[in-house]
Antibody, heavy 125, light 108 residues
Framework: QVQLQQWGAGLLKPSETLSLTCVVYGASFSGYYWSWIRQPPGKGLEWIGEINHSGATNYNPSLKSRVTISVDTSKNQFSLKLSSVTAADTAVYYC???????????????????WGQGTLVTVSS | QSALTQPASVSGSPGQSITISCTGTSRDVGNYNYVSWYQQHPGKAPKLLIYEVTNRPSGVSNRFSGSKSGNTASLTISGLQAEDEADYYCSSFTTNWVFGAGTKLTVL
């Protein structure tokens, strides 16, 4: 059973750096790409970026200048840092896998199969 | 890569079938089969319903099915049940991931 558990600060002031971490249980860490996704209150989902076990990253161009995603394979963890936050960054942040290697079919499967529980991050002065 | 276009809302009565569309372009939905669909109940994380246009993960009801024609992918829910009332999102991958704005399904 694959489980993702995430944590991080829930209240930030403008200009601070958002920091979240997600730990993965029950999955081969190297067999997936790992993503961060956010959802502003009452709005839709926005993909932030992804990373693989080797540290290769892929970011949403609209957020790229402020985003850093890193990985610690020894702990099966990956992390998100978003700098210079404003009120517009207030959202529920989710960690999820974004690709997974299907060993039966021997191909990469493109989907968000497993999700963390979400963390509400509020930016307010 | 622009967001995918979904209707803001759809509705149906119990037992009926509904279809939610997801329109992209020839550069994403029309050219790749990396379309997936997610169900989200209030206060919950999204749940994968369909991946790669038509495939259902293990454990997802066969009342949910996916298809694609040209630049538009579709999610069909048959035999509507009260528990299907939720928000539904499509997603596509090219060099980046993009989501649709979401569709609110109301079961009358």
């Amino acid at each position: 059973q694959v489980q993702l558990q995430q944590w991080g600060a829930g209240l930030l002031k403008p200009s601070e750096t958002l920091s979240l971490t997600c730990v993965v249980y029950g999955a081969s860490f190297s067999g997936y790409y790992w993503s961060w996704i956010r959802q502003p209150p009452g709005k839709g989902l926005e993909w932030i970026g992804e990373i693989n076990h080797s540290g290769a990253t892929n970011y949403n161009p609209s957020l790229k200048s402020r985003v850093t995603i890193s990985v610690d394979t020894s702990k099966n963890q990956f992390s998100l840092k978003l700098s210079s936050v404003t009120a517009a960054d207030t959202a529920v942040y989710y960690c999820a896998n974004s690709r997974g290697y299907d060993r039966i079919g021997s191909y990469w499967r493109y989907s968000f199969d497993y999700w963390g529980q979400g963390t509400l991050v509020t930016v307010s002065s | 890569q622009s967001a995918l276009t979904q209707p803001a809302s759809v509705s149906g009565s119990p037992g009926q079938s509904i279809t939610i569309s997801c329109t992209g372009t020839s550069r994403d939905v029309g050219n790749y089969n990396y379309v997936s669909w997610y169900q989200q109940h209030p206060g919950k994380a999204p749940k994968l319903l369909i991946y790669e246009v038509t495939n259902r993960p293990s454990g997802v009801s066969n009342r949910f099915s996916g298809s694609k024609s040209g630049n538009t992918a579709s999610l069909t829910i048959s035999g509507l049940q009260a528990e299907d009332e939720a928000d539904y999102y499509c997603s596509s991958f090219t060099t980046n991931w993009v989501f649709g704005a979401g569709t609110k399904l109301t079961v009358l």
